[in-house]
Each structure stands twice: as C-alpha cells, then as structure tokens.
C-alpha cells in the first residue's frame, strides 16, 4: 500500500513536444508528492511538487496534474529541450504517526531528441 | 548553504572490508536520510534521522549495515563486512519536517564499488 507506480520506465521526445509521466499511488495518508529530477552522476533534485488538496501546479514549462479520486498525478513537460533529458522519479510523502518518509516511484528516463 | 556534503564520492574495496560513508546535513535540518540506488532497485531508503534518533531502519538491508548520527551535522553509514552486491550509489538527504518546508535536499552520493 505504501507503493507509488510510474510509468513509463522510459520515454523518447522529440524536441518540442510534450513529455508525460504518471504515477500512481494507493495510500491516501500521503500528503505531499514532489517530482524530482536527476541527471546522470547527481543526486536527485526537487523539480516540482503538489498538495493533495490543489489539482494542478505550473512551474514554467512543468505542471503536475493531480487527480486525487483516481489516486494518480503525472507531470508534464511542455517544449520539451535536450537539456531536460534526465531521469524523473515521483515520490509520496508519509507525513504521519511518526513518520516522515518519501516513497519513490521506479523512475523515467527521459531522452529528448534534437 | 552548502548543500548536503557527503564524503568519499567515490569508494572501491574488496569483499570482506569495512566500508565508512560519510554525510554532513544543511545546517537546521531536523532530518537525515540515507538512500541507496541501484539499477536494479531504484531509489531506496535505508534509514532516517529525527533530530540525531533514528525512527525508521525498516529499509536497512541486514545486519551488516549501520548508521549512526551523533550529532546534528554528522552522519555516518557503515557496511562491515562489505560484499559486491551492496555497490551502489548511497545518498543522503536531509529536510525540515514542517508542512511547507517538506523538500528533501540530496546530496551528490558515494559511488561505492565491492570487488
């Protein structure tokens, strides 16, 4: 139950276009989801993040749309560039009975075309 | 700020050995992290910190591996006897608990490598 779900493992965009990402998550104690965004010999880093109670966040060229009936949020990358080629994980937060924990999804590695 | 530090960057040793990671969190962090990732694995935590107590070691392999943090800018993992499947990159992060402050900051990892 504690599991978050991603999809795809890896995706292929022509530069331009439009890069999306899903997760998926069963837990509805989680009260926080953050994508971060990790390049080749870094550590991940936050790119953008949502509450449970907004359904949708712009930052820039990013949104994260959340669906809370569904318990599923993805993000979206618009114009995407080379630059963005990266892997992103999805992650939930257990913020509660103690804990505070992200749970991370597999990860998506994404690869914009030139 | 710094960032979090974590010291080696890079650790190769053979079966058997001690290996000693190394993390200083972003001072005024409440909590510590340690992570491991693997292709195979993703990202996985290990353990986390709650002002210097560990609260959750559920994600700590087994017996061979242990973290301590005796103090609010230190932290250590250590894997004694280390084996070849515990090569990985280990990363630790650190955050503020508070509801607004939750982002978790990553350090740049150790590359660890057991022949």
């Known amino acids: 139950q504690q599991q978050v779900k991603q999809s795809p493992q890896s995706l292929i965009v022509q530069k331009g276009g439009i890069s999306i990402i899903n997760c998926a998550y069963e837990n509805t104690a989680f009260d926080y989801f953050p994508w971060y965004q990790q390049f080749p010999g870094k550590g991940p880093a936050l790119l953008i993040a949502i509450r449970p109670d907004v359904s949708e966040k712009k930052e820039g060229r990013f949104t994260i749309s959340f669906n809370k009936s569904a318990k599923q949020f993805s993000l979206h990358i618009m114009d995407s560039q080379p630059g963005d080629s990266a892997t992103y994980f999805c992650?939930?937060?257990?913020?509660?009975?103690?804990?505070?924990?992200?749970?991370f999804g597999a990860g998506t590695r994404l690869a914009v075309h030139p | 700020d710094a960032g979090v530090i974590q010291s080696p960057r890079h650790e190769v040793t053979e079966m058997g050995q001690e290996v000693t990671l190394r993390c200083k969190p972003i001072s005024g962090h409440d909590y510590l992290f340690w992570y491991r990732q693997t292709m195979m694995r993703g990202l996985e935590l290990l353990i986390y910190?709650?002002?210097?107590?560990?609260?959750?070691d559920s994600g700590m392999p087994e017996d061979r591996f242990s973290a301590k943090m005796p103090n609010a800018s230190f932290s250590t993992l250590k894997i004694q006897p280390s084996e070849p499947r515990d090569s990985a990159v280990y990363f630790c992060?650190?955050?503020?608990?508070?509801?607004?402050?939750?982002?978790?900051?990553f350090g740049p990892g150790t590359r660890l490598l057991v022949l």
């Open positions: 992650a939930a937060r257990l913020f509660s009975g103690g804990y505070n924990k992200l749970i």
């Open positions: 992060a650190s955050s503020l608990g508070r509801i607004g402050r939750e982002t978790q900051y």
């Open positions: 910190f709650n002002n210097n107590v560990p609260i959750d």
